[in-house]
C-alpha cells in the first residue's frame, strides 16, 4: 500500500520467543531503531503496554523522546493508516491524527458497531456492571491468585473497582497487584466487583469466572516453611562440608543513602532503568522456575513482576522523586509504606506478602546502588540463593562463604564449577522451598553427599563436624605428595592439569602442585565488559598465568562465548537454541578479528614460554583449518618465525567430532575431552538444567563410548586430555586412564586428591574394568564396576 518514501516500522511485542508481554527497554530499542530524525508515532494495545510505552518515554534520552509520541489508536488499522500517511510525507502530528481516525470508514460500514452504544471509558461516571464473588482459595487471595486476577484486568480496556464487602475495605483498582493485596480477602471472604468502559461485560464475566476456578490455584495448600532435612533431590556439586547462619542473596541489609536530587526527570529515568534490570532478571528466574519445576511455583514470579509495574507504588515512588529525593531512597520509602501495610494485615499468609514486596524491592535497590552481588553482603554464611550467575559465583569468596545452596543449577553448570574451583561446599537443586529460610537460621551443607540439614540438631552438627576434620586430614596428606609427579602402580605417568578460570587460580595450582595448567578458560577476561581487551593486556594477563605457573606449559583455550556465557560487548543474535547455535569456534570464526588478536597475544607469549593453544567447540575439520589458518596469519604478523614449543589441539565436546578422532588427529598435537559439553550433546541434557541431570551423566556407557573413541582415534598421533568436571572424580579416573587418557585438568584444588588417585592404579587392570564399563547397561553400572579399584587409601 505505500508509495513514496520509506517508513520504518519497529516492533517490541512479546517478553520473549513464547511468552506475551511488553518490555520498555525494548520499546526504548524500537523507538531508536524506527526513528529517522523526523520523530516516531508508537502505536500500542492494552493494559500493560501502555504502562511499559510510559516507562519507556521516561527512559528515552532527551533527542529521541522529544519527537515520541504515544498514540491512542486502533492497533491495526492505526498501523496502516499511519504508515500510509506517513509515507505521504505527513509529520508525526498528522500522522497520529490520522491514526486515531482510523476506524472511522469500518464504523460507517458496521453501523452496529456504532460508537454512541458503547459509551467510551471516560464518560463512565461510577461502575457501569457489579458483581460479587466469594474467595474460596484456603490462603484468601495471596499474591498467586491476586497476580492472576491483576493480569486478567489489565488485559481487557475496562476499569475495575473491588472491595472487601465482608470487612468494608474502601475501593481499590484491580489493576493494582498492591492495592488488590490490601484488601486482605481471606477465605470466605465476599468480595465486590464494580466495572466499567469498553470491555466492563468481559471484564466482568472473566473475573467472576476466574473466581469460580480458584483464580487457577491447585487446591493443594502451599507448603508451611517447616525446617528439617528439606530435600528435592538436591546434587553434590562442590565438595567439602560447611556449617553457618542463612545468607540469602535476597534479604541482605541495605544500606540506603538518604540523598536528595536536583534533576528529577534524571532520577525517574535511573529507577526505569533499574525496575527493567529487574525486570529481565525476575523473567529469567521465571523461565527457569517453570522449565525446572512447575508453572505452579513459577506463578509467585508474576507477582514479583506485577509489583515491579505496578501503578500505586511507582506514584509513590514517583511522589517523592518530585519532592526531590534521590531514586534510592524514594523508591525505599515507597517499597517501605507498602511493605508496611501488608505487614499489619491480620492473615498471617497475607501478611507473609509483604516479603515478596521487600524481597522485589530490594532487588531495585540493589540495581540503584550497584551492589552486584550476594558477595557484598557482609558476614561469613552459608549462601542460600536461587541460581547464582557465573559472574556471582565468581566473586564470592571462602572465607566469606563457607558453603552454597542453591535452589536450581546442576552439577555441570559453570557456577558450580567456579565454586568447585574455589573450594566453596555446594549443594545444588535443592528446590525453592530453599528460599524460604530465614537469615540467620544455622544451615549445614555436605557438598560431596549433596546433603543439607536446616536448624541441625547437637548430633547432626557433631556428625557434619567430623566428617569436615576426616577431609581435613586427608587433604593434608595430598598436599604433601602433591609437587611428585604422578604415576600409576605400574609406572603409566599420567599429567595431572589444572583448570584456570581467573590469575588467581593459576596461583594456587601451582601451590597445588599442577604439572601444567590444562585448560585456561580465556573468557574470564572479556567477559562483563563494554569492550575486548587489546592485545597487549591479553599478552600481559596469559604472562602472569604462566609466571605464576613457574614456566610450565599453558593450554589456552581460545574464547569460547556462547550458550550460558554471553559477551556484553558481542549481543547474541537471541538464538532458541543458543547451545546448539554459534558458540566457541564457530563465534571467534564469525569475528576473525577478535580471535586473531587472541592468537596474536598467545603467539607472543609461546616465544618465551610453552603455550598450547587450544580451540573449543569444534566439530568439522573445516573449522579447525580455518582456525590453523589464522594462528598462521597471527604467527606471521608476531614475525619472529614459529614459536618451537608451540602445541595446537582441540576440545572434544561434539560427539560427532569424537567420533572422527582420527581425521582431526592427523592436524593437531593433542585432544581435550570436554566431558561438560561432550555429555550434554551426546545425551541430550542441558548441563545447567537440573531436572535433566540424571540423564546428563558422563558416566553414561555412552559418553564412555565416546572417550574411548576419540582415544582409539587419536592412536599414536595426539595426547589425550580430559578437561571436564568429570576429571576429578575419584571413580572415574581408573576408567579414564583404562581408556588411554594421559593427562587429567582439574580445578587446582582437586589436583593433590587426583593424584593420589592415579598412584592408586594399576593401568592394566583400569583398563580390563574400562572395557567392562563401555558395556554397562547404565551410568550406575559403569559407576559401580570403578568404585572399588578406586577406593583410595590416603592413610597408606
Ligand atoms: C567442557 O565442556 O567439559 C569444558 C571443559 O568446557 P566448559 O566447561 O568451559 O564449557
Ligand atoms: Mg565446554
Redesign the pocket.
Known sequence: MLHGRQVRIAIAAGLDENTFGTDATQIVEAITDADQGEGVVVLMDLGSAVLSAELALELLDEPHRDGVLLCPAPLVEGLVVAAVAAAGGADRHEVAAEALAALAGKAAQLPTAAPEEHPARDTAKSGDLSGVFTVSNAHGLHARPAARLVQEVRRLDAEVRLRNRTTGTPWVPAGSLSKVATLGALHGHEVEIEVSGNQAREALSHILALAARNFDETDEAPAEVAPAILSREPRAASPGVGIGPARSTRFGPIEVPDETADDPATEWRRLGKALAAVRRNVRQLRVRTARELSEDEAAIFDAHLLLLDDAELLDQARERINGGLAAAPAWHAAVGRLHDELAALTDPYLQARAADVRAVGDQVLRSLLGITGPAAQGAAGVLVAGDLTPAEAAELQPDQVVAVLMAFSSPNA?NA?LLRAKGIPTVVGAGQAVLNIEDGELVAVDGGRGEYVVNPPAEVREAYAARAAELAERSTLALKHAAAPAHTRDGAEVLVAA?IGAVSDARVAAEMGADLAG?V?TEFLFMGRAAAPDIDEQEAVYREIAEALGGRRITLRTL?IGGDKPLDFLPSPGEANPFLGVRGIRLSLNHPQLLTDQLVAIVRVAHDTPVSVMF?MVSNLDELLAARRLLDDAIKQVGRGQPDELQVGI?I?VPGAALKAATFALHVDFFSI?????TQYAMAADRNNDAVAEVGDPFDPGVLQLIEATCRGAGDQALVAV???IASDERAAALLVGLGVRELSVTPRAIPGTKQTVRSLDSQHATTLAKLALHADSAATAREIVTPLTTVDHRA
Do not use: Q, V, W
Not at 570436554?674 to 561432550?678: A, I, P, S
Open positions: 559453570h564449577i583448570n585448560l578458560r569460547d573449543p576440545m565436546e570436554g566431558t561438560n559439553d561432550l578437561c571436564g568436571e
